[in-house]
């Protein structure tokens, strides 16, 4: 075999090789949360898996999730280090995010509001899906541990999640739902307001920020929402006039917010 031939075999083997690797190993845009070690200038699926998490822990203070590693993320991955005595270095790795998926009382967002969904699937609460694992969510968790013949602790760890995927798909029961609301609008700056919304966002800080208050008994927190006039904006705040089919608006010009006033609008939940 001349030495042509053979440069010509291993180049296609080579080529061959490494298109079966390529098949056969996922795209990190794909990956899931606890797939790789997430650090400061990753991007992807699971790094915006990992801010909505950092956002249920009241420690990400953006509006929403980028799928990109920055400093902000870099922050709040020290925070949320901190507050569970873990290494605290900015880098999630499988420490790290093994302790974020915990859910437990206190937490807020998107991932309670789908084991809220599983729970009621599975008969353990009639509450309604709100985001916010209170004392009654903890309850109900230790009844399906309970009955599942898990360690009952209140806490939504991996095998109470594990188990709560078997018997309910995790799919927030308030996704797709369309609805008109009364509106208002307000500011980060109005009497009494401190700026930072239920779920921990420094409106102060994020001027540009789409987020409404809402009911969490109609809307859950942690959802994104379609909002007729105002575009989709991440339901993370709560009001005490904000019951029932009404949301408040947040825009940063006290001037903006007068002019929105008090209307009807159209709005369709979409995670």
């Known amino acids: 075999m001349n030495m042509n031939l053979k440069m010509k075999m291993k180049a296609?083997?080579?080529v061959f090789v490494v298109g079966i690797v390529l098949i056969a190993t996922p795209s990190w845009a794909e990956a899931a949360l606890g797939d790789r070690t997430l650090k400061e200038g990753s991007s992807g699926e699971d790094v915006a898996e990992l801010q909505d998490y950092l956002m249920t822990k009241g420690v990400f203070p953006y509006h929403t999730s980028t799928g990109y590693f920055g400093s902000i993320t870099n922050q709040a991955v020290k925070d949320f280090q901190?507050?569970?005595n873990l290494q605290v270095d900015g880098i999630?790795?499988?420490?790290?995010?093994?302790?974020?998926?915990?859910?437990?009382?206190?937490n807020i967002g998107n991932p309670v509001a789908e084991i809220q969904s599983q729970l009621k699937k599975t008969g353990h609460t009639r509450s309604s899906v709100d985001g916010i694992y209170g004392s009654g969510t903890a309850s109900a968790i230790r009844s399906f541990q309970q009955q599942a013949g898990l360690t009952v602790d209140g806490i939504a760890g991996p095998n109470t999640r594990a188990a709560l995927n078997r018997k309910a798909a995790p799919r927030s029961v308030a996704v797709g739902k369309e609805l008109t609301v009364e509106s208002t609008a307000y500011t980060?700056?109005?009497?009494?307001c401190s700026g930072i919304t239920k779920m921990g966002i420094n409106l102060n800080k994020y001027p540009d920020a789409k987020v409404i208050a809402v009911d969490p008994s109609v809307i859950p927190?942690?959802?994104?929402?379609?909002?007729?006039?105002y575009g989709?904006?991440?339901?993370?705040d709560i009001g005490g006039a904000i019951n029932g089919n009404k949301i408040d608006v947040f825009v940063s010009d006290r001037g903006d917010a007068m002019q929105w006033g008090r209307r009807d609008v159209h709005i369709k939940v979409i995670e």
């Open 232 to 236: 989709v904006a991440i339901a993370a």
């Open 221 to 229: 927190l942690g959802s994104l929402v379609q909002v007729e006039g």
């Open 82 to 84: 901190e507050s569970r």
């Open 92 to 106: 999630a790795g499988p420490q790290t995010n093994h302790a974020i998926k915990v859910l437990r009382q206190g």
């Open 188 to 192: 980060a700056d109005c009497s009494g």
């Open 12 to 14: 296609a083997f080579m």
